[in-house]
Structures are given as C-alpha cells and as structure tokens.
C-alpha cells in the first residue's frame, strides 16, 4: 500500500510541475515566470510634455496590439527634472519602468543628483526628435536671427521657458545655438516650468518672450496660430511644417532630442529579455510608426545592451558641452 501511495504522489507532483511548465506567466508559453503582476510606466513630470506622450503612446499600443496581456497604468511623478519619478523607479521591480532623456544623464554631471544611468537598466532607447525655438504670435521677433541678435546685444533682455529643467536637450539645444552665434550664454535667463504643457501656458500668457520646447509640444499651438516657431534643430526642414532650421538662419547647429526607457536596478536576464521583446514587437507596429509621425518623432531603436553603450558615450558629450557652456 504504501508503495502504491508512493507512486500515486509521484505522479502527482510530476502532473503539478508539467502544469506549472506550461502556464508559467501569462505572457509566456516557455515557463518564464515574469510578468506576475501588472505594470506601472513612470511619467517623471506632469501630464502634457513629452514624457507623458511617449508613456501613454507606448501604454496604448502595447496594449491595443496584445503585445502585454497585463494591464499597465501610467503614473506622473512630477518634479525635481525627474528626479521624483527615478527615485520611486529604484524602489520599484522590474514591473515598473520609466521614461528617461538625457537628465538622467545631466542632473548628475550638474550636481542636483546622486542618480546616474548607472543606477538603474537601460532598457530602450525609443526616438528621437527636435527641439524648437517659440514666440507669441504678436512678438516683435519675427524670426530666431532676431532673436540671437538681441540675446547677443543683452544676454538677460529675454526671458526663456524651458522645462522640466536646465541641462535637458530643449536647454542645451538653445545653449548651443546662442553660443554658436556668438552670446554669453553664462548670462541666459531661463525660467524652468515642470512640462512642456507649462511652458506653454507661460508664453501663450506673456510669462516668457521665448521658448524652447520639443517640436511635438509646439506643434500643436503653432498651426493653431498661438504660437509662432521660429526654428527647429533638425538637419533638415521637417515634412509638413514649413518652418526653417537653424543651419537656414545662419547657425551652423544640428541638435536632436532623445527618449529612452529605464527599469528599476538589478534587473534579471529574464526580465530584460522580456521588454527587448516586447519592446521590439512595440515599434515594429503600423500604430508606433504612426505614433512617430504624427508626433514628429524619427525611430531611435537601441536594445537593452545598445542603450547602456549610448549612455555613456553621450555622458562624455553632455560633460563637455556642460563644461563648455559654462553651467557644470
């Protein structure tokens, strides 16, 4: 009796493991065992900017396209040029990711955060766009020369709004512009506003005479006659906006603007081959590249591994251009 009790737990435990094998996670047919959980994507600013768009972009299409069976929620966690959104990330597991750009990288090289890339995984980079310099519509500056021209005569005479802090691309991008023509660019005076949205509002309400903002966030206002761009930071006229780059203004300066993606520390092999392949399967899809379009953002792709390289290569970059630009 007992040999037969014996081999009935037998069978039984080898029936649970194949049942365990087959159903290991809800996305997966191989028996990972990751995801066990929704997932959370960080926004580290207020809704309206750049940040929020590509959260609820990729949100949408992730989830739209069955690529994530799970259900994903994404939180804005505004404040300090995300620093707030990174900090909860590193508290996080690896069914939270982040939004990230270049202040993951500069917050550091500045000195208003310990975090460094280093401190979490990269996981993606996605896109990459351009920056725009913006006016009022009733502005007496009708073009970015005469805007250079007047910074350059008295750095301080213009108030600029950036967000969601100084050392991002929007910054650096108008930094390189103005030092390139020749201003003091030590003496610019921006106002820092937490997202695009806020930038916004703060030129459409005469709290700034310029603006420096992705093209994505001025767009919108600019074809709707409130707001005028002046100039964009791409290498060439972008399709559908008739609007010159700086290079037709007379400043020799290509500029882009890039958006990557984040998971908490010490992820493991597993979950990262996990949003590689998902994130894969994201941007391969009509509807990102739609989403790309529309948005005026150009495919930036780099894997997990991709992105770890181009992190630190562009923190060499941004500690010179700091440097040089006389903010570090």
Same mark, same amino acid.
């Given at each position: ?7 009935? #737990? ?26 066990? &959980? ?5 926004? @580290?600013?207020? @809704?309206?900017? *750049? ?12 989830? &739209? ?25 590193? !508290?996080?597991?690896? /069914?939270?990711? #982040?939004? =990230? ?5 500069? =917050? =550091? ?7 460094? $890339? ?11 766009? +351009? ?32 967000? @969601? ?9 108008? %930094?390189?512009?103005?030092?390139? $023509? *020749? ?18 509002? #703060?030129?459409?309400?005469?709290? %700034? ?17 409130? #707001? ?17 780059? +700086? ?9 882009? /603007? ?42 930036? $792709?780099?894997?997990?591994? !991709?992105?770890?390289?181009?992190? !630190?290569?562009?923190?060499?970059? $941004?500690? !010179?251009?700091?440097? &040089?630009?006389?903010?570090?």
């Amino acid at each position: 009796m007992k040999k037969i009790l014996s081999f009935i #737990a037998i069978v039984a435990l080898l029936f649970m493991v194949a049942c365990s094998d087959s159903t290991g996670g809800s996305e997966s047919s191989n028996g990972d065992s990751f995801p066990t &959980d929704d997932f959370e994507f960080v926004a @580290p600013a207020s @809704p309206g900017g *750049g940040w929020d768009a590509t959260a609820r972009a990729m949100q949408k299409i992730l989830q &739209d396209e069955g690529i994530v069976d799970s259900d994903i929620q994404v939180v804005n966690k505004p404040g300090g040029s995300g620093e707030v959104g990174w900090q909860y990330l590193k !508290e996080k597991d690896a /069914h939270t990711i #982040a939004i =990230n750009s270049s202040l993951v990288i500069t =917050n =550091n090289l500045l000195g208003r955060s310990q975090l460094t $890339y280093k401190d979490f995984t990269p996981l993606a980079i996605l896109t990459t766009e +351009w920056s725009a310099i913006a006016v009022p519509p009733d502005s007496k500056l009708t073009s970015a020369e005469q805007v250079m021209k007047q910074l350059k005569e008295d750095p301080k005479s213009l108030k600029i709004g950036v967000a @969601p802090g100084l050392g991002n691309d929007d910054h650096l991008s108008l %930094v390189q512009a103005a030092k390139t $023509y *020749g201003v003091d660019v030590t003496k610019l005076d921006f106002l820092v506003y937490e997202s695009g949205g806020d930038v916004i509002s #703060a030129l459409l309400g005469g709290h %700034v005479d310029v603006a420096t903002m992705s093209v994505s966030e001025a767009r919108e206002q600019h074809e709707a006659g409130k #707001a005028e761009i002046l100039a964009v930071t791409s290498d060439k006229r972008i399709e559908g906006l008739d609007v010159p780059t +700086w290079k037709e203004v007379g400043v020799d300066m290509v500029f882009p /603007h890039w958006r990557g993606i984040m998971g908490p520390p010490d992820m493991t092999e597993e979950e990262i081959a996990y949003w590689n392949k998902k994130i894969q399967a994201m941007i391969e899809t009509d509807a990102w590249k739609e989403i790309l379009k529309n948005n005026q953002w150009e495919s930036f $792709y780099k894997d997990s591994a !991709e992105s770890a390289e181009f992190l !630190e290569e562009q923190t060499k970059m $941004y500690d !010179e251009l700091l440097s &040089d630009s006389g903010l570090k």
